[in-house]
Structures are given as C-alpha cells and as structure tokens.
C-alpha cells in the first residue's frame, strides 16, 4: 500500500511538471517570433461600434415585418415561435432585445486575422502587401472561411485618401492596412500575420512540396506538365505571383487562395511536434501581433476542430468592379456598398 502511494504521489507531482516544462518549451519557441504591438482600442482599429449596431438592426428589420396596424408581427425561424403571431409592443420589445443578443453573440464567436504576403527583405520592412488575406474562423459552427481582396482595388486609406488597397501598408505597415480594411469594409479585425515571399517558399519546403492542378497556360509558364503536380516552395511562389495568365489579378487571387486551402489541408495532418518544427523555421519571415497565448489556443482550437474544408470569397465579387483610371490612377472601382453587405454576409451568416 505504502509503494503503491509513493508511485500516486510521484505521478501527481511529475504529470504537472511536465506539463509545465511542456508549455515552457513551446513558449519559449513562440517567443522567437517577431512581435509588432499594436493597439487595441477599436476607434484606432477603424472598427466603428456604431456601425456593428446598425448593421444588428438592419438584420432585425428582415426578421421582424411590422404591419400596418403594428400589431402583426412576423417572426425569424430562429426564435421559438410560430410564423405569425399577435404580440403586444412590449412583447415585441423584448423579443427584439433578444434578436439582437442572439447577432452580437454570433459576431464575438467570430475571430478575423488578417494575413499580408510582401515582397520584402524582412517582414519589419515597410512594403506593399503583394497579398492581402483575411481568415475568417467561426468558433460555434467550427468553420473557416477565407477572403482575398485584389491588392489594386480603390479604398479609401485613412489620411491618405484614395488609394490602392495594397499601399495602405506601405504607407503605415500593419496597422493602417487593418484599419484601411476596417473603416472600408465595416469589419472587426484586431489581429495580423505577416509572411514575406521566403517565409511562403520555406513553408512549402518544410511540407515537402504540395499538389496542385495545372491548367496547360499554368503549366507552360511554370515550364511543367498540367494536370496535378507536385510544387517546391519556387514554383509554389511561382504560381502564387503570375499575372499574365489567364485574368490576371482575378485568376491570381483564385490561385493563392487554392494553396492556402492546399498548405491547410497538408498541415493539418501533421502531429503537433511536426507543425512546432515546421513553425519554428519560419521565425525570420513572420510577423504578428498575437500573443504566445493567443497563438497556442487558436493552434490548438484549429487542430482539434478538425475542419476538412474552406469556403472562399474574392474582394470586389462578380459584376460589383470596373477597370479604370481614377484621379490619373489606374485601379479597381467597384460597389462599396454592395460588397460591404455581401462581404459581411459571407462572414457572420
């Protein structure tokens, strides 16, 4: 009885410890990582509050239809209730106030990460985004939904005027490109990861090469074979960066998003001593704001939903652009408002 003790008493103490030395350790190798501060208030971020409440009862107002006589009211499906139904104006107060509890809970359950690729030495460097991601996960219904924005779209850039989306971050690194997204779009972002074209070129090395479909023109110009094809981390940038073919940047934006989604299902099947070994090579070519604690839970979150797919979304969507020269600037002019409502209907619906 008194062997059987020691050894309980040796496992209570030793699990913990190595549990902490565990930690310890990744935490140690996290910290390696380039780490920008920026700041959190959501007015410096361009997230305006006042919109968020908007937009919540521009939501209500297609799930309430109000009648003539204000007594009728048609309810959403997602509240407990019939079709139709007759509800005094308190009644439908309160069923409102619970309406828009249920669309603010569903945007905090969302977390946005903006992703910038650049053309750059070091990822401190200021530069144009060359790329310009955002990865959109949904903690409840375990999704994750990515978003290109074409770097020549015409935005405004916060006290720069109008611009190309991808200068914002040559103008202000980071910060300014989140907060150009921001005020552009009505989105919530507080967080970023910025790779440069090395950085992408190692991850694909450290994976061992990817498989990707080559059309004949992809194919000719990457001086392969089409149809599938095993990519190194050159032809992988390669591919990510041509532009001459097919629709240019709208086909280039398809063809990033397609690695993206490539890498993900890739890396996901690795163990999580494989992913730590992988990370750590890419420490000189990633920049972020989010903390070693940050990093770890989405980590772990991300490997233990077990997401297979990836939805997609292209930033001006069909039909909402045009090419053209603006203020003796050639760009991408599209439906800001349109793309707005699409664009946010894509990430929270």
């Known amino acids: 009885m008194k062997k059987f003790t020691k050894i309980f008493l040796m496992s209570f103490l030793i699990v913990p410890l190595l549990a902490v030395l565990g930690y310890w350790y990744i935490d140690s190798i996290l910290s390696r990582i380039k780490k920008l501060e920026i700041p959190r208030k959501d007015a410096e971020l361009g997230i305006n509050t006042k919109i968020e409440h908007n937009e919540l009862n521009a939501q209500l107002s297609k799930t309430f239809t109000i009648q003539e006589n204000r007594e ?10 019939t079709n139709t139904a007759n509800v005094d104006k308190d009644t439908m107060k309160l069923l409102f106030e619970i309406e828009k509890e249920n669309l603010k809970s569903t945007k905090e359950d969302i977390l946005n990460i903006a992703v910038f690729g650049i053309d750059a030495r070091s990822v401190d460097q200021l530069s144009r985004s060359d790329t310009i991601m955002l990865v959109s996960l949904n903690r409840k219904t375990k999704k994750i939904k990515l978003i290109s924005f074409l770097r020549d779209i015409y935005v405004d850039i916060p006290e720069y005027g109008k611009d190309k989306l991808g200068h914002a971050y040559a103008y202000g ?177």
């Open 173 to 349: 690194g980071p910060l300014l490109a989140i907060k150009t997204l921001n005020t552009n779009f009505d989105l919530n972002i507080r967080n970023f990861v910025t790779i440069n074209f090395e950085g992408f070129v190692e991850l694909v090395e450290r994976l061992k090469g990817i498989e990707v479909e080559l059309t004949i023109d992809e194919a000719y110009y990457l001086n392969l074979n089409d149809g599938y094809q095993e990519l190194n981390g050159r032809k992988a940038l390669s591919y990510a960066r041509m532009r001459k073919i097919g629709k240019g940047d709208y086909e280039r934006s398809s063809r990033q998003r397609k690695l993206i989604t490539t890498i993900y299902s890739k890396a996901k099947n690795l163990n999580i001593l494989e992913l730590l070994n992988i990370i750590t090579e890419l420490f000189p070519y990633i920049e972020t704001n989010m903390s070693n604690i940050e990093i770890l839970s989405l980590a772990k979150e991300v490997y233990d939903s077990k997401i297979s797919e990836i939805e997609e979304f292209r930033v001006p969507y069909a039909g909402t652009f045009e090419e053209k020269v603006s203020d003796g600037v050639w760009a991408i002019t599209f439906d800001i408002q349109k793309t707005k409502d699409k664009l946010n209907e894509f990430i929270y619906n």
């Open 72 to 81: 009728r009211v048609v309810l959403s499906d997602n509240l407990p209730s």
